[in-house]
Each structure stands twice: as structure tokens, then as C-alpha cells.
């Protein structure tokens, strides 16, 4: 079974989102994305300054058993983006909700945040 922290926003294309106190959020795949990848062997990041409209692709994510693009969960502009999958891509399938977020985004519309999935319901879809 996977874990899906209560505190955090989901889509159906299994991103998460954490919402920071300086009004940005966060991004990664959830510990269900990982778990169907495999074992990751690299990750494309975006550059930060780059805008992304909800939807669209921001990244792949390479595994031993595929390849699969990244959407962003919501408009915004790349603020940061971690450095540390470069070398060690590993830490999305160690920790996909701390060590493992990929992005940190400035919100174009911080009420988009509400059309993404709670717990329960992106649950009822990862299981």
C-alpha cells in the first residue's frame, strides 16, 4: 500500500503538492509513482524562471522500466528546483515526499489548489 500524507494535494497523474508559508508550493511524484517506476535513473528538470501552464509537461522521469513525463498540478513559475536528483535520482524512490521534490512553484492562481485531489480521494486511485 502507498503512502499518501494526509497534509498534501494530489492530481490523478500522481504529483504532489505541499503548500509553503512564503505562499509557493512544492512538487514530486507520490510514493505510488515510484513504486511503478522503479528504480529511477534520472530526472529532467525544468530551469527556474520557467512558466508552466496547468497540465502541461515540466519534466521525465527516467526508471529502469520507463519513462514518464511530469504535469504540473497547477500554473506557475519555477522558483527552484532540486539540484540533488542530478546526482542522486535515487531519492525519489527513497523519499518522494522530503529528499525527493523535484520543483517549488510561485502560484498563478493559488485557487487552483483546490481542484487537486485530498488524501482520500487520490487514495481511492493509488490505493
Known amino acids: 500500500m502507498s503512502d499518501i500524507p494526509a497534509e498534501l494535494k494530489y492530481t490523478k ?3 504532489w503538492l505541499q503548500l509553503l508559508d512564503d ?4 512538487i514530486g511524484i507520490t510514493d505510488y509513482a515510484q513504486q511503478s517506476l522503479g528504480d529511477v535513473t534520472f530526472v529532467e528538470l525544468p530551469n527556474v524562471g520557467d512558466t508552466f501552464a496547468k497540465g502541461e509537461t515540466f519534466g521525465v522521469v ?3 522500466k520507463a519513462a514518464s513525463d511530469l504535469y504540473m498540478p497547477i500554473a506557475g513559475e519555477i522558483v527552484a528546483v532540486n539540484e540533488d536528483l542530478a546526482d542522486a535520482p535515487e531519492r525519489l524512490n527513497d523519499t518522494p515526499y522530503e529528499d525527493g521534490w523535484i520543483i517549488q512553484v510561485k502560484l498563478e492562481d493559488p485557487n487552483e489548489v483546490e481542484d487537486l485531489l485530498d488524501a482520500g480521494a487520490y487514495g481511492e486511485i493509488a490505493g
Open 62 to 64: 527516467e526508471s529502469v
Open 23 to 26: 505562499g509557493t508550493a512544492r
Open 13 to 15: 497523474e500522481h504529483e
